[in-house]
């Protein structure tokens, strides 16, 4: 991977999941959907890789694309709302 997230930055990888017509929507563009941690910076303490988040922000402000991917993105981990953890049956 060729970014490095610095300080208590995480890149995030949007998920993507398919719609009832066969399209896959990111579920950036949708409010309170998963992403998946992919790596941390040093100074992260409540993550890991492979987590599923909620994230709070706005585009821009509180996070950004990575320039060359709209499936990336940056975030400071005070903007992680919730890790998902699935549930045990």
Do not use: C
């Not at 300080?7 to 579920?27: E, K």
């Amino acid at each position: 991977m060729k970014y490095r997230p610095r300080n208590d930055n995480v890149l995030i990888q949007v998920v993507t999941r398919d719609t009832l017509h066969g399209l896959a929507m990111p579920q950036s563009s949708q409010e309170g959907q998963e992403f998946i941690v992919v790596a941390l910076g040093p100074a992260v303490v409540n993550l890991d890789n492979g987590d599923k988040v909620l994230l709070k922000g706005t585009q821009n402000v509180d996070w950004a694309f990575l320039p060359d991917s709209k499936a990336l993105l940056v975030i400071q981990e005070r903007n992680v709302v919730a890790v998902v953890k699935d549930e045990e049956k």
